[in-house]
């Protein structure tokens, strides 16, 4: 998948060269050295995007003008780059004029983290979250109408925030707003249609016990979002916002009926954050035909002997896997540790 990156100027990377192993690799040392950085560099450049942030100029190194991430990835030469001209993106040496036409013939990824908590505790923007990213990696008309509404709703709220309400740029900004919202929503139930059995089958898998899981798609402005926003226009007005549409939806997630949330330990939240992003690498490989690159930030730590080996008896073997973790005394309670090589990283330099 990949097989090898290079960086420039990218977090505490001055410059990297690295030629990257088939089955992946555990990088090993302590905080703050640059391990989770790696990880962030692999999902740049597959996917033009940081789980760490939403601002690419943070990823740059500190007190130079940008940052480079290039390397092999499913047998094309990709770069990306961020500097003065803004962002850079380049394929086997063509350039490429969007993101949309960066990530068309690009690869997948799976992100998995300690902060993935928060799909199960959080507010609901983390489920949208996972939804999107998803979403945007199986179909590139879901990209493209998260982007156009995004675009959309910003304008909307600027009008709305104006002392005198110009009406018909009201309705033409939300004619844009319900069309792709509407694309939103339905893809989205669609895919937590789709999701809902993986998740179960994972979460069986890594807890050993026959816990009923549930998801439901909760979209804010129920059955057809035109209705809502008209029914909703008087209360809009009033707050300066809109608080109706696809930003505000959210999942339910249930275990034996009841919130997840409220009352599932923490073992068995961990275990469900876990089966989520399973599933999500389940669903890409189906329907895509190809294995996303998995990325285990630091998870190890955090789980019991039991719950690791089902995390990695779950994983496709044929899939290239990424660890970090500070220590490696998880591996020798750990039966189905892949063989992966170790490779130690220490103040931005990989060893």
Not at 12 to 39: I, M, R
Not at 86 to 97: A, C, K, M, T, W
Not at 205 to 221: D, F, H, Q, R, V
Not at 325 to 335: A, K
């Amino acid at each position: 998948m990949l097989t090898n990156l290079r960086l420039q100027n990218f977090r505490c990377f001055a410059a990297l060269a690295l030629d990257v192993p088939a089955e992946g690799a555990v990088f090993t040392g302590d905080n703050a050295q640059g391990k989770t950085s790696l990880l962030e560099a692999v999902c740049m450049l597959i996917r033009l995007h940081s789980p760490r942030t939403n601002r690419f100029n943070t990823l740059t190194k500190f007190s130079t003008p940008g940052f480079g991430v290039a390397g092999e990835a499913w047998g094309q030469e990709r770069k990306v780059r961020q500097g003065q001209r803004g962002l850079l993106l380049n394929v086997d040496e063509e350039p490429r004029q969007s993101r949309t036409e960066y990530l068309a013939d690009g690869g997948l990824v799976v992100w998995m983290g300690n902060e993935d908590l928060a799909l199960i505790r959080g507010p609901g923007e983390g489920r949208r979250h996972f939804l999107d990213f998803l979403g945007a990696q199986l179909d590139p008309k879901y990209r493209t109408a998260y982007t156009r509404y995004r675009r959309a709703l910003k304008a909307k709220n600027l009008l709305l925030k104006e002392p005198s309400l110009r009406m018909p740029e009201l309705l033409a900004w939300e004619e844009i707003l319900i069309e792709h919202g509407t694309y939103l929503t339905t893809s989205r139930a669609e895919l937590i249609e789709a999701l809902t059995p993986l998740v179960a089958a994972a979460q069986l898998e890594i807890s050993g016990k026959n816990e009923a899981l549930t998801l439901s798609y909760l979209p804010a402005s129920g059955p057809s979002l035109k209705d809502s926003i008209l029914q909703a226009r008087q209360r809009e007005t009033a707050t300066r916002q809109s608080v109706i549409g696809p930003h505000r939806d959210d999942v339910s997630i249930r275990l034996h009926g009841m919130p997840a949330q409220d009352f599932a330990s923490e073992g068995q939240q961990r275990t469900i954050a876990l089966a989520l992003k399973l599933a999500q690498g389940d669903l890409l490989h189906r329907r895509c035909g190809k294995s996303p690159i998995y990325l285990l930030d630091d998870i190890f730590g955090e789980l019991d002997p039991s719950r690791r080996n089902a995390l990695l008896h779950h994983l496709p073997p044929h899939a290239q896997t990424f660890i970090t973790t500070t220590h490696l005394g998880w591996m020798e309670e750990t039966d189905a540790i892949p063989r992966i090589p170790v490779m130690e990283v220490v103040g931005g330099a990989v060893k």
